[in-house]
């Protein structure tokens, strides 16, 4: 079975999975085809993390593909250059090529196609490549998502140090409209060398040595040795019993703690005394999220440059200490970070999907440009546009998420997977920067408490808060703002405005993310898949 935000990319992960491939193969086959057809969520010049469930080793796998800052740039130049475009204290500008940080995704392709890979990778990117050359009808959704964001980059070109690749590539004749065929025959030409020379083509041959001259020519500071220091890194994920479920997300510089930091508040209250579109539960998920936040703002960096007190912030106890800091009639008006025993938002557009194989191989995974496209910038003759995920970084030396080369910066990413009783029961995620935490406790929430199946609990109507402090040092509102669906009773919304609660009805769907899921019966092994309402997404199985 496979769940992605795209109804072609879900019949490619059919086809090689009918091949013999791994739910590892389809997933690169997936995200190689999402890099073409979904290039306002993804790309090879983004990042990538992944959850995959072993059946063979019965063991979770972490995979942690964030690339690193230019080794050759300091804090101190990257503040003197953001504030000549950005002002003072105004933090990292969101394009052109100071947020640039290493293309993770290739080496996250190859080190899930080592581990757990079937079939050769010119197999696995066959797909991707003949779209790319012969074409596919845009989809609606993303044919919206490319129209907001040349109407954005063109609104911030002067920040962009070259953007005439990017218009040839997408936007020769303004935006790609729903149903126009599309070709990346650019974009082939990359999966081709991918296919045939493998993870050292990106990062030491011929795709690092041309980002290596475009930087150059465009006055930017990523290099060929940056890109040969990169590596992908298996890491362990961190998990959380929520009423009998381990709930599973992946360490930072990512912030799928802050989901878990959620649930071990919401533990403390039964939220089934009231109906889920109640203003109680809204409210106790709301507080949970705002506190949550206030402590990934502090403490979520990459822990090769931070030292972050990970068992104290997901230890019941401090789960309960957070909790009793909930006033249930009213919105806090300035939530404040913990501090632990010893002490050492952004937006984002994103792809999530997943895959499960005949074995029993279940790949959570998820993967972005960061804001939109990503910068702006598309390197000479490859296809895809470079990221700027180091917009997150923050400027203030003492802040753990502080700039410094070769640093990962905070990842917004995050995909999610739930055990039951030792067995796999659900892998999961949900797209769109600061909404996936709060996200994922929603869905879960209205599975575990609320009794709802996998689709229903991503169509449940849903809320997502922004606002309070940030990882970047530049902080919001402190009670923020409380974006609810249409689906929300109008008394809900009502009580939540008297509680305090800043409340907006947003009809657009696109600030609420865009959920896919495999669940798995642990006694027959049938997969029952879930994808986004909100999205062009399909499910497919056989």
Not at 54 to 71: E, I
Not at 368 to 375: E, H, I, K, L, V
Not at 415 to 443: E, I, T, Y
């Amino acid at each position: 079975m496979a769940a992605t935000a795209q109804p072609l990319a879900s019949q490619i992960a059919i086809d090689i999975l009918k091949q013999g491939g791994s739910a590892a193969d389809a997933a690169i086959a997936v995200n190689a085809a999402l890099g073409l057809m979904e290039p306002t969520g993804c790309g090879l010049g983004g990042d990538l993390f992944a959850i995959v469930w072993d059946p063979k080793t019965g063991k979770l796998h972490g995979l942690n593909a964030s690339g690193r800052a230019p080794m050759g740039r300091t804090l101190e130049e990257t503040k003197m250059k953001s504030a000549a475009i950005m002002g003072e204290g105004e933090g990292i500008p969101p394009f052109g090529h100071l947020p640039v940080s290493v293309p993770g995704t290739a080496s996250g392709w190859f080190a899930l196609h080592q581990k757990f890979g079937k079939l050769p990778m010119r197999t696995i990117l066959a797909p991707a490549i003949d779209y790319a050359e012969n074409g596919f009808p845009v989809s609606p959704v993303i044919a919206e998502y490319l129209r907001m964001n040349l109407a954005r980059f063109e609104e911030y070109e002067e920040m962009i140090d070259e953007f005439d690749n990017a218009r040839a590539i997408w936007f020769a004749d303004g935006a790609p409209q729903a149903g126009e065929v599309f070709k990346n025959p650019a974009l082939a030409n990359t999966y081709k060398l991918l296919a045939k020379k493998g993870r050292k083509a990106f990062y030491e041959g011929e795709v690092a040595e041309t980002i290596d001259a475009y930087m150059k020519r465009i006055g930017g500071d990523l290099r060929y040795e940056d890109f040969a220091a990169h590596e992908a890194n298996w890491v362990e994920p961190g998990c959380v019993d929520y009423r009998g479920y381990d709930v599973c997300e992946l360490p930072p510089n990512g912030q799928g703690f802050a989901a878990l930091q959620m649930l071990n508040i919401l533990k403390n209250v039964d939220l089934t005394q009231w109906p889920r579109a109640s203003a109680e539960v809204f409210h106790y998920m709301v507080e949970a999220k705002r506190l949550a936040f206030e402590d990934l703002a502090k403490f979520y960096a990459d822990p090769d440059f931070a030292e972050i007190p990970l068992d104290w912030l997901l230890s019941e106890d401090y789960g309960a200490e957070r909790f009793a800091l909930i006033d249930p009639e009213k919105a806090m008006t300035d939530p404040a970070p913990g501090t632990p025993p010893s002490t050492i938002d952004g937006e984002g557009d994103t792809t999530y999907f997943t895959v499960a194989d005949k074995d029993g191989m279940m790949v959570s995974l998820i993967q972005s440009n960061y804001r939109g496209m990503g910068s702006g910038l598309s390197p000479d003759g490859l296809g895809f546009m470079l990221q700027d995920r180091g917009e997150l970084f923050s400027l203030d030396p003492d802040h753990p998420n502080a700039y410094a080369p070769g640093k990962r910066p905070f990842h917004t990413i995050i995909p999610a997977f739930v055990m039951k009783d030792g067995a796999p029961f659900m892998s999961f995620g949900l797209m769109g920067g600061g909404m996936q935490p709060q996200g994922h406790v929603q869905v879960l929430v209205n599975m575990i408490d609320y009794g709802m199946n996998v689709q229903e609990a991503g169509d449940a109507a849903r809320f997502h808060h922004s606002g309070g402090r940030s990882p970047t040092g530049l902080h919001g509102d402190p009670v923020g703002e409380l974006d609810l669906e249409p689906g929300v009773p109008s008394e809900t919304v009502a009580k939540l405005k008297a509680m305090g609660h800043k409340v907006k009805i947003v009809d657009d769907g696109i600030v609420f993310g865009g959920y896919e899921a495999i669940q798995r019966d642990s006694k027959t092994g049938v997969y029952s898949g879930a994808t986004e309402m909100r999205k062009d997404g399909t499910v497919a199985g056989y």
